[in-house]
């Protein structure tokens, strides 16, 4: 069972490519004498190959072992495409018909027909088994077919736009590039907080706007460049947003097929790429020395140079890398007991803006290995959203100061960003990442940490993050894509119950009274009772419910879904008379910004639960299974149905039926974390020193010691003496 909060991913932007500048992920890593040959390495959510090149190209290590993980298959599809190509025989880097067709693949909407004719190629081996070199897929039969399926689907795609007219494969790219304006211009509309248009249609007129100010975001970059150096960038950025594409202006021009691996349906013109993404940002910022300004395009040439660099280191130590693909969710594979697997460094791009870095941090303790060196790196770009400086973004985001942080959670930042400045310059704010490396923490060994007011205060701020009625901090991203929030809608009373429960394995503690003082609202008591029940190792149910069709055709559901903002859905338990008033009252309220569940008497939340969507072979979905753990003894059986809602508006979606009605199964799966047994240290002298108490703050730790002598020391058998130390944190 995971911890994240149910967000319909499918309607999220689409990320072909990375949005942040690529990185060497070992570049923090200390390499000593126990480091073997091979380094474990897992991008967790990953999105594209460019960390890999950049690492592998860095020649850190003998052997690399990568692992990457998705949910979706057509990004996988894509990644593996790309390997295909790099690592070919007959791909060279210095041939520029070889890298214009990478470049084509990787970053166009559109290509020339000899672009056209060699993906095709290319797709005719991936169809036959040729899979590129080093790689391993897990799962292999059922995850191979979802990933053929998107090979497939592009197949069939490029072989009708090939047999079409010009006229009609332009009339089609004409369509599409229309769709991408208009979402340009909402993108810009919402980065702005501009009134969003509800029909999403928009004037023409703001088009150039829009694009200009995407293209003045990435020439702010360069700055220190000459304004005649400058202004070229931004030529060649309005260029590039203005068409969606970008390649040499020498090379061929006859643009009039398009690249199905950027649409998420090739059979319909939709269009669903991040409006601000641009080839460029992961290249970003470009020193001297990598800025090709010897003709025009500096932008396209400095970054092909850099590329195709990269790409030839990798293909140098071909024979040193080994890749694995996951198809899995992140957070499922992130805190799976099925695999011992560990790793020695874990990315996780800019997935904490989407799960929160709360349920990441928590995460990484099963996954992060167990040594000095080993590194867990995080990076947002919606921090800002938080806080005006990195400091006020983590402890905002784990509920603690940061000096504490290393107890609560197990991990240490190892960069210091209490020394770093707070938000950029407004100009420049669409680019800046905030990049953070993580370490594990020393671990206590013969101290427990006593219950203090800092530990009090830890647990109350957490369970109001985890713990969401419905109204208070939520309502500042209530009209905002759920990404803003910077993935702290994800909190649920399963991420409280981790958090809390990981710490108290970790360093021990009797804290039971401090979580009994929380009040915790009604309607989560069972979920809490299911909670510590299945903690407590007694007996857990987990009821399924299959819902017919898509349960998201919901009238007021699909306006969401036209503004791409990715429903944030709440499973509530409702008495069955309360139902039907549920979804009279909903558009009246909704209208009126009002949540109608937090009216229902007796209504339960259950916000921890899994959706398994099943779709048929033309991608349209069949059926959709609900399913929730319950305690044993919950008493609701034949009293209660169980509602989808839409959290931030409180649009209830489908009903799922009665309680009574489920499916129901004994859940075997055992809980992550177990209480702590105190390691009892033997006393080897007739001198015994124990710790009675360790209160810790954000500034020091307080610590209480007894010292008991055992002998006849002065006529006396024993004597305690009792001392109180404060050690200062540094």
């Known amino acids: 069972m995971i911890p994240t909060n149910r967000i319909q991913s499918q309607i999220h932007p689409y990320y072909p490519y990375r949005d942040t500048f690529a990185v060497n992920v070992l570049e923090n890593y200390k390499f000593t004498e126990l480091v073997g040959d091979e380094v474990k390495i897992l991008f967790l959510g990953c999105v594209d190959l460019r960390n890999i090149l950049k690492t592998v190209s860095a020649g850190n290590v003998e052997h690399f072992q990568f692992h990457l993980n998705c949910s979706s298959p057509l990004v996988l599809a894509r990644n593996m495409l790309i390997l295909k190509i790099i690592t070919s025989q007959d791909f060279d880097t210095k041939n520029d018909e070889d890298v214009a067709f990478l470049w084509d693949v990787w970053y166009n909407m559109d290509w020339p027909e000899q672009t056209q004719h060699r ?41 009708l736009t090939t047999l079409e007219s010009h006229s009609a494969r332009k009339s089609l790219l004409e369509k599409i590039n229309e769709e991408r304006l208009n979402y340009i211009v909402e993108g810009w509309r919402q980065l702005h907080s501009k009134d969003i248009n509800p029909q999403g249609i928009y ?47 020498n090379g061929n021009s006859n643009d009039a097929f398009v690249n199905p691996t950027m649409m998420l349906d090739p059979s319909t013109p939709h269009w669903n790429v991040a409006p601000k993404l641009s080839p460029f940002d992961s290249f970003l910022p470009l020193t001297e020395e990598e800025l090709d300004m010897s003709e025009g395009e500096i932008l396209i040439r400095s970054c092909q140079k850099i590329l195709t660099t990269q790409i030839a280191g990798y293909r140098s130590r071909l024979e040193t890398v080994k890749i694995v693909f996951h198809l899995e969710d992140p957070m499922k594979f992130f805190y799976s007991d099925t695999t011992n697997l560990t790793f020695d460094v874990i990315d996780c791009s800019s997935l904490s803006d989407t799960v929160g870095l709360l349920n990441l941090i928590v995460g990484s303790s099963k996954k992060l290995a167990d040594t000095p060196e080993a590194i867990f790196l995080t990076e947002s770009t919606n921090w800002q959203n938080l806080s005006i400086s990195a400091v006020e973004y983590v402890e905002e985001a784990l509920c603690s100061p940061l000096s504490m942080i290393p107890t609560l959670y197990g991990l240490k930042l190892a960069n210091h960003i209490e020394l770093g400045s707070s938000l950029p310059t407004f100009e420049c704010f669409l680019l800046y990442s905030n990049k953070l490396c993580w370490r594990k923490a020393s671990p206590f060994r013969n101290v427990v940490p006593s219950p203090s007011p800092e530990m009090s205060r830890w647990f109350q701020e957490l369970a109001k993050k985890c713990f969401i009625v419905g109204e208070g901090w939520t309502d500042k991203f209530r009209n ?112 009126s910004q009002q949540r109608p569940w937090l009216k229902i008497p007796n209504a339960h939340v259950i916000e921890n639960f899994e959706m398994d969507v099943q779709k048929t072979s033309d991608g349209n979905i069949s059926k959709t299974v609900v399913s929730f753990l319950l305690v044993s003894n919950h008493g609701i059986e034949n009293t209660h149905c169980a509602v989808l809602f839409e959290l931030m508006t409180g649009v209830p979606i489908v009903n799922s039926g009665l309680v009574s009605a489920m499916r129901v199964t004994k859940y075997d799966h055992s809980f992550p974390w177990n209480s702590r047994v105190p390691t009892v240290l033997p006393h080897l002298s007739a001198v015994r020193m124990d710790v009675n108490s360790c209160n810790e703050d954000p500034y020091q730790y307080a610590v209480e010691i007894m010292i008991e002598c055992v002998g006849n020391i002065s006529g006396k058998n024993s004597y305690i003496i009792l001392r109180r130390l404060f050690i200062e944190k540094r």
């Not at 088009?207 to 931004?234: C, M, Q």
């Not at 981790?498 to 401090?514: P, W």
């Open 480 to 591: 905002e894509n759920p990404k803003k929030s910077c993935g702290m809608l994800c909190y649920t009373p399963l991420s409280f119950s981790y958090a809390v429960n990981s710490m108290i394995q970790r360093v021990g503690g009797d804290f039971l009274k401090d979580i009994e003082k929380l009040e915790l609202p009604s309607i989560f008591r069972l979920t809490w009772r299911t909670f510590e029940s299945w903690k407590n190792n007694e007996i857990v149910m987990k009821f399924s419910a299959v819902l017919k069709g898509s349960p998201f055709q919901n009238f007021l559901l699909k306006e969401l879904i036209e503004l791409r903002k990715p429903p944030v859905l709440r499973l509530m338990l409702i008495p069955k008379n309360e139902v039907v008033h549920c979804y009279d009252q909903s558009i009246s309220e909704i209208r």
């Open 203 to 249: 004037s023409k007129s703001l088009i150039p706007e829009a694009v200009d100010n995407f293209a003045f975001h990435l020439d702010s970059k360069f700055k220190h460049l000459g304004d005649a150096t400058r202004k070229k960038v931004h030529e060649e950025a309005m260029r590039f947003f203005s068409k969606g594409s970008c390649r040499l202006r």
């Open 119 to 159: 993906f095709k190629l290319v797709l005719r081996d991936l169809l036959d088994n040729d899979l590129p070199l080093n790689i391993t897929i897990t799962n292999d039969s059922q995850s191979l077919e979802n990933i053929r399926t998107v090979w497939l689907s592009w197949w069939l795609f490029v072989g």
